[in-house]
């Protein structure tokens, strides 16, 4: 039997926010449009498990985006430690390296683990950027150079940015869980975003999931707005 696409499960909210109140107003102003919700770092400092538990106790599904980098053994027991919050994605960074992958890949086998989320090259960076760290590649080789480094260590999935995605998922096979960031609406402001396309040509570029924030939290009508988005989810996706 095959179960039916509801855009709903292709869809993150970015809760970029300062506080646990805000946050918490802009989920309710979207009743039940949307499931799944992101706590980024800005939040979980402010905010900490407590949010992911109140998250957790009215229905949501939750995205702990906390990209950690560091010597395998703590990031390790940062997995692990991180599994009592009850999120469902955790991120880690993908240029940390294939020891510190493989440490959190393991870890996360215990019972109640998220899946784990490799960050390849942030959608922020640009080729420019890339080379001021040294990185003389283009995005689009570096994000697969690591996406295929994070598979191999066990990673379940990859963020990476829509322009990446096609390439992604034809290397990866249609099993990748591949969770994109740099989701703009035709016309919406880039802000900081510098490798970004619609939600409709992200699906249709083989996205499992959208990670979208201001131009849902920063709307006139954040409903409005979501609703949008999920029409574009349904006219993207794949039809089969
Ligand atoms: O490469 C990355 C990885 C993570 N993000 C996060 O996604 C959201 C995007 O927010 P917008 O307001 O839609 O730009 C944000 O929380 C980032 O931390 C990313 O943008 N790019």
Redesign the pocket.
């Known amino acids: 039997m095959t179960s039916r696409f509801d855009p709903k499960d292709h869809l993150i909210v ?1 809760l ?1 926010f300062p506080d646990a109140r805000q946050a918490l107003d802009l989920v309710d102003s979207l009743g039940d449009a949307c499931q799944w919700f ?1 706590v ?2 800005e939040l979980y400092f402010a905010a900490g498990n407590r949010l992911i538990e109140d998250l957790r106790n009215r229905g949501f599904d939750v995205f702990l ?1 906390l ?1 950690l980098h560091d010597i395998p053994n703590t990031v390790a027991s940062a997995v692990r430690t991180a599994t009592a919050a009850g999120a469902s994605l955790l ?1 880690i960074h993908a240029c940390g390296g294939a020891a510190m992958m493989t440490a959190a890949a393991q870890a996360a086998t215990a019972p109640g683990s998220p899946r784990l989320l490799a ?7 640009d080729s420019v950027e890339l080379a001021g760290i040294g990185i003389p590649d283009t995005p689009a080789v570096q994000a697969l150079r690591l996406a295929k480094l994070a598979h191999s260590c066990g990673i379940d999935g990859m ?3 829509p322009e990446e995605v096609a390439t992604l998922r034809s290397e990866l096979g249609q099993d990748a869980l591949l969770v994109i ?4 609406p035709a016309g919406a402001a880039l ?3 510098k490798r970004v396309a619609t939600p409709e040509s992200a699906m249709a570029a083989g996205a499992s999931m959208l ?8 709307a006139a009508s954040p409903i409005r707005a979501a609703r949008a988005i999920l029409d574009e989810i349904t006219a993207g996706a794949p039809t089969t």
């Open positions: 970015a970029d992101k980024g770092l985006d990209k991120t960050v390849t090259v942030l959608t922020s960076m963020v990476c940015s960031p740099g989701i703009r802000n900081d975003q990670v979208v924030g201001r131009p849902i939290t920063r």
